[in-house]
Structure formats: C-alpha cells, structure tokens
Nanobody, 125 residues
Framework: QVRLVESGGGSVQRGEDLRLSCVAS?????MAWFRQAKGKEREGVAAVSLWLNTNYPAYSDSVTGRFTVYRDNAKNTLYLQMNSLQPEDTAMYYCAAASWSALRPSLAVSAYHFWGQGTQVTVSS
C-alpha cells in the first residue's frame, strides 16, 4: 500500500500560478495528477513514468503548454507547476500512483490504484 499526500492548493486569480506537491510513502514508477470539478467526471491532467531511469511525461490537451509535471525520485515527490490558471481549472486535484512503467504514461483513472485525498484549486475571474 502506498500513501499519497497532496499539498499546495489554494485560491488564486485568473492568470496566476500555483505548484502542487504529492509525497508518496514509497517509490512508485508512475504518478499522475487528476482533477474533478463539481458535477464532472475525474479527468487526467498530467502524468510521469520512470522508465529505464528516465522520467517520461504526458499531458492532457487542456493543460499542455501551461502545466508542467515533474518528480523528485529521491524524495518520492511529484509536482505540478500550474501557470496562467483559468477559472475552468477550478477543481479538486488528486495525486495517483501505479506500479507499472510506460513511455507514454496513461491518463486514465482506471490505470491507477493508489490515490490521495485531494487538494482544492479555485481560480476566480
């Protein structure tokens, strides 16, 4: 069992930046960020998978160019740098982890079996 703890959420204005962090209790090859807005399904935002000592990222179309996912393997910590936030980015953000590795990490909810409790991000206009 891997425990995930997110932090870094908050309330910001349109165009501002935030960085989310997720600390895992142990090493997991693949980690990801998901988000769920009120009344909507949970969606994959960004993921990173460690494959042959290299971290390979993946992003959803909605955040490409604005968000950057990266990890500190030594600290078992995943980050999500979110720039130029928009009101449509408002959601609960969840960290997830999985024991598989891939060159193109999945952004599907079903691919991950460890989940954090979430951290709220609210962007006002």
């Amino acid at each position: 069992q891997v425990r995930l703890v997110e932090s870094g959420g908050g309330s910001v204005q349109r165009g501002e930046d935030l960085r989310l962090s997720c600390v895992a209790s142990g090493h997991v090859p693949s980690m990801a960020w998901f988000r769920q807005a009120k009344g909507k399904e949970r969606e994959g935002v960004a993921a990173v998978s460690l494959w042959l000592n290299t971290n390979y990222p993946a992003y959803s179309d909605s955040v490409t160019g604005r968000f950057t996912v990266y990890r500190d393997n030594a600290k078992n910590t995943l980050y999500l740098q979110m720039n130029s936030l928009q009101p449509e980015d408002t959601a609960m953000y969840y960290c997830a982890a999985a024991s598989w590795s891939a060159l193109r990490p999945s952004l599907a909810v079903s691919a991950y079996h460890f989940w954090g409790q979430g951290t709220q991000v609210t962007v006002s206009s």
